[in-house]
């Protein structure tokens, strides 16, 4: 065995000491086991954010091998604070996934690697997953919590607005902006579903259609009725500050000042390998998933996002949660059938 000198000695002794000084983020990171020679896991898990780690916590601690994989852009990277999660409300997005990462990294089963998984191939065994730097992964199971990308309108200014002042939902972020006043983006069904579940929030809105209404007129007079207003002029960018918006800028060449803008902008799945792998879609553009989140493919699970419609950080921890539990249940079935 290589002997080692006194001065290495304390030098050694010297970093342990101030790696466990460190703050907790940097200690977190420095536990990270993002290297890892082995490639081959019982699970894959594609997408570390909310419901991946949650759904690798409970796998890691019933003893599975797991490997993460995540490319790092969850879809509330761009909003200041969460909301509406018990014991993290108010933080930042980053911070409750940093603190998740750290508390899964400590189970010696589940590796995390940094990367994009850039394609899924069925094999005897399972699956092989490659990513885009170039490695290649193989386990009996996939998860996918891939989350969703929303995509922007050709509308300038939205997308730096997006998750500030551009809002999606009002349970995450009404009760910050109550009583302003508030604008929402939507025409037809859209816009009167909108209207009436954010008047809960205020009743100073104005519906913007960006062109024609596609309002019915029954729903134009239920609009009315509450004191909402519909702008029909098409719109062509918003006035900002680092995403706080002042004013939205109309085609005519008027312009509208106001707080907060609601927005459900159309999504797609962040990652197509699910469907490359033959897993459906729901109407929605959703994974589609049984009561075990089992998808329409042989041992392949989603969670989080990618497909559910309740889109919240609580929601996507525990579907992930119970993913980890029944994906367990699958394999402790199949082994002792063995
Ligand atoms: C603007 C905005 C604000 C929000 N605010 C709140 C709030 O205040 N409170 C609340 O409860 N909810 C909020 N939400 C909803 C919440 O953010 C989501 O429900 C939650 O992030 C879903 O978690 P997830 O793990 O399913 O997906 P995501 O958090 O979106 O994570 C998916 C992960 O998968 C990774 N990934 C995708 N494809 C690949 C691939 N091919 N290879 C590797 N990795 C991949 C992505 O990089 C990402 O890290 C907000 C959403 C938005 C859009």
């Given at each position: 065995m290589k002997k080692i000198s006194r001065r290495e000695l304390i030098k050694q002794g010297g970093l342990v000491l101030s790696v466990l000084t460190l703050p907790f983020p940097l200690t977190a990171f420095l536990n990270?086991?993002?290297?890892?020679?082995?490639?081959?896991?019982?699970v894959i898990i594609i997408g570390g954010s909310y419901a991946g780690l949650s759904a690798a916590m409970t796998l890691g601690r019933a003893l599975r091998n797991v490997l993460i994989i995540d490319s790092?852009?969850?879809?509330?990277?761009?909003?200041p604070h969460s909301h509406?999660?018990?014991?993290?409300?108010?933080?930042k997005p980053s911070v409750i996934a940093e603190k998740a990462k750290g508390q899964v990294l400590k189970y010696d089963t589940v590796k995390f690697l940094t990367d994009l998984a850039v394609k899924g191939t069925k094999t005897d065994k399972g699956f092989e997953i490659s990513t885009q730097s170039g490695k290649l992964f193989s386990a009996r199971k996939l998860i996918f919590a891939t989350g969703l990308k929303d995509i922007m309108p050709n509308i300038k200014g939205v997308s730096e607005c997006w998750g500030i002042t551009?809002?999606?939902?009002p349970y995450c972020h009404g009760y910050e902006v109550k009583n302003q006043k508030t604008g929402i983006f939507a025409n037809g069904y859209g816009a009167f579903h909108l209207a009436r579940l954010i008047r809960n929030w205020t009743k100073d809105l104005t519906i913007f259609t960006?062109?024609?209404?596609?309002?019915t007129q029954e729903q134009t007079d239920e609009i009315k009725r509450h004191n909402i207003s519909i702008v029909e002029r098409e719109i062509t960018s918003l006035k900002h500050k680092d995403g706080v918006v002042e004013e939205i800028f109309f085609s005519d060449n008027t312009t509208f000042q106001l707080k907060v803008i609601y927005s459900r902008p159309p999504f797609e799945q962040h990652c197509k390998i699910p469907e490359l792998l033959g897993c459906e879609l729901t109407e929605q553009g959703l994974l589609k998933v049984d009561a075990f989140q089992k998808?329409?493919?042989?041992?392949i699970f989603a969670c989080g996002d990618s497909a559910n419609p309740l889109r919240s950080v609580p929601y996507a921890v525990s579907t992930g949660s119970n993913t980890g539990v029944f994906l367990n249940n699958a394999m402790i079935e199949e082994d002792f059938l063995k």
């Open positions: 990270f086991n993002e290297m890892t020679d082995n490639k081959n896991f019982d790092g852009l969850p879809c509330n990277r761009q909003t509406n999660f018990i014991t993290q409300d108010g933080e551009v809002l999606h939902c960006n062109g024609k209404s596609e309002l998808t329409t493919v042989d041992n």
